[in-house]
């Protein structure tokens, strides 16, 4: 697979699972095939991910990125082999850093369901070129990654102002909104992963979209009271 089809999930995916280190193995940067260079990318997921590590408490070494060509299969058994040591090294992943497996599950559980928020919020960085290794530590900040989880955004509709039009509902691409004729729509904050369509798409004339910041979402409106009476016309 190309290391540019490498998702943030998958990696966070990979720890889910026990797995005490992952490595990604991709082409020589600016030797891409393809106009993509998706290998930068992956680059910037892998810096990305050590952050998101550093927030759950895990050892940012447990995860390597390598760039290598086909015809390195010294460097690909030496720079595996040094891999493999360091993890070892580093021992279970968890137990090494004093986190219980539950806890563990539940931290990354939390980290995956906000994947695709992570990746809109970094989308610009994460499709940087970096000019040289010295630049990776700071494309993304511990402050930066802790700021975001602080912030995560939430969105909200407001029942006061909800005209039951269902462009949000027929937009959002997490059928993350329950709604039909006549009846005040909700969000089910299980289901949304903050993509920001919603808020988007809500007619301006009504605004019933909030964005909401660092504060708690407010209760779902009880299903017996999302029905809304409209005046008859004279
Ligand atoms: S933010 Fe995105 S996923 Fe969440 S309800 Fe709105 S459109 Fe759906
Ligand atoms: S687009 Fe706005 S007014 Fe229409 S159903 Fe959604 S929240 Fe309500």
Redesign the pocket.
């Known amino acids: 697979m190309c290391s540019g089809r490498v998702d943030l999930g998958f990696i966070l995916r990979a720890f889910s699972n026990g797995m005490d280190g992952v490595f990604i193995g991709g082409c020589r940067l600016n030797e891409c095939n393809y106009v993509t260079h998706g290998n930068y990318h992956t680059l910037n997921t892998v810096l990305l991910v050590k952050r998101l590590m550093e927030h759950m408490g895990l050892s940012p070494e447990r995860l390597k990125i390598e760039f290598m060509s086909g015809a390195e299969a010294n460097l690909f058994v030496e720079t595996v082999n040094g891999f493999v040591k360091q993890v070892k090294k580093l021992g279970p992943l968890g137990e090494s850093e004093g986190i219980d497996r539950a806890e563990l599950k539940s931290r990354i559980a939390e980290v995956t369901k906000l994947v695709p928020y992570i990746k809109l919020v970094n989308q610009d960085k994460l499709a940087t070129r970096l000019k040289s290794p010295e630049e990776y530590n700071d494309l993304f900040t511990k402050d930066e990654i802790e700021k975001l989880f602080r912030e995560v955004v939430s969105y909200y509709?407001d029942p006061a102002k909800?005209?039951?039009?269902?462009?949000?509902?027929k937009k959002c691409p997490a059928e993350a909104i329950v709604?039909g004729k006549n009846q005040i729509?909700v969000i089910d904050q299980e289901k949304c992963i903050k993509c920001g369509t919603?808020f988007e798409?809500?007619?301006t004339r009504?605004g019933?979209?909030r964005k909401i910041s660092g504060e708690p979402v407010p209760p779902p409106l009880p299903v017996e009271a999302r029905t809304i009476v409209r005046k008859a016309k004279a």
């Open positions: 509709i909800c005209q039951a039009c269902s462009i949000c509902l709604g729509h919603c798409a809500c007619p009504f019933s979209v």
